[in-house]
């Protein structure tokens, strides 16, 4: 009984997870998707902790929980597969379109429109039908695809065809490929996004392969991780706003793997409280998909209007563009819920 009691815990926390993790991507892009002109030292200070600190925990902690459900789950792997098809590949390729339509007729309508420095107008078939795999850029294995978040999505789908060969890797190797990965993410420079995708999704693929519970073991030595989490947020917010130091990167990321388990126990608890919302969890699909767009709308807006105003008007401006673009977000959900549920269903891929 109380093994079954511990699934169900498992499986509230990460439900209850689902809207926090895209809360914190929209913290993240708030932050990262336009660049304010001159110096603002006191708005990167004062927004770090929760743009960077905070913000880029959330990819990480969706291929965990990623990682854990698809090894937690018994269908065999060609079920597997033809689930993602509908969960996730159909939704990839229709906002992708969607957002690539918009494009498209925003430049009709006489307004140039540009995606990653080329111009709509030059565009040869081959470049459309690219911006569904990256945007025309490479970039060392960071590209994304015209709906930048969906990169997550487009390397969820290649490691659940992967699968197989991650599962024997982990089976055999275990604690020693997960160390090998971890130090390949920690040493590689910008936003590694290969080496973040294998790391966190094989660390969730860890526990379900070796029929672990995350949630047990991280409230066994609860004490221990949200002491680490608290000395490694306390060292990574520190070296990027008082003392920098060479191993700023490595700090950081550090920090990123203990905000984990102690955004598992911090679901844990509000869940046991009754601190959860069923509307919340189910939007969360719905926001991820079309927070990115309002996000950069609001923030271009800031930086025309308001780019050169002090940091005392950009850091409340920050956090009102989190809030309007996670508020309008939601508004877009529950529209789709009332009045367009069967494309609000094929749209988050039946969630």
């Known amino acids: 009984m109380d093994h079954q009691i511990r699934k169900h815990h498992l499986s509230e926390a990460i439900t209850w997870l689902r809207f926090p993790l895209i809360f914190l991507i929209i913290l993240l892009h708030c932050y990262s998707t336009v660049r304010l002109p001159g110096n603002h030292e006191l708005y990167f200070k004062m927004t770090y902790p929760f743009s960077l600190w905070l913000g880029e925990t959330g990819v ?44 498209i007729l925003v430049y009709i309508a006489g307004y140039p429109q540009e995606i990653n420095g080329k111009s709509i107008a030059d565009y040869t078939f081959i470049d459309y039908i690219r911006v569904f795999w990256d945007r025309g850029s490479y970039d060392e294995g960071n590209f994304v695809p015209i709906l930048c978040p969906f990169w997550y999505i487009r390397n969820l789908l290649i490691m659940s065809v992967l699968s197989p060969l991650f599962y024997y890797i982990i089976k055999y190797v275990r604690e020693l ?22 790391l966190f999704f094989c660390l969730g693929a860890y526990f379900s392969i070796l029929d672990k519970n995350p949630l047990g073991i991280f409230f066994r030595y609860k004490k221990t991780f949200l002491l680490l989490c608290t000395i490694a947020a306390f060292a990574d917010i520190v070296v990027h706003t008082i003392c920098v130091t060479p191993i700023n990167l490595q700090i950081h990321r550090l920090a990123l793997i203990f905000n984990i388990p102690a955004l598992f126990l911090l679901a844990d608890f509000c869940c046991q409280h009754g601190i959860k919302s069923k509307l919340l969890s189910n939007a969360a699909f719905i926001v991820f998909s079309v927070h990115y767009p309002i996000v950069v709308v609001l923030r271009k807006a800031c930086a025309a209007q308001l780019g050169d105003a002090s940091d005392q008007i950009q850091i409340p401006l920050y956090f009102l563009c989190v809030l309007l673009a996670t508020s309008l977000s939601l508004l877009i959900y529950i529209c789709l819920d009332i009045f367009c549920p069967k494309v609000k269903s094929i749209m988050s891929g039946n969630r």
């Open 60 to 103: 990480p902690g969706f291929f965990f929980i990623s990682g854990f459900l698809f090894f937690l789950s018994k269908k065999r792997y060609q079920q597997k597969l033809e689930t993602r098809f509908h969960t996730l590949l159909i939704p990839y390729l229709l906002w992708n379109a969607l957002l690539l339509g918009l494009y």
């Open 177 to 198: 490929f997960l160390m090998a990965v971890a130090i390949w993410w920690l040493m590689t420079p910008h936003n590694a996004f290969i080496s973040q995708t294998i």
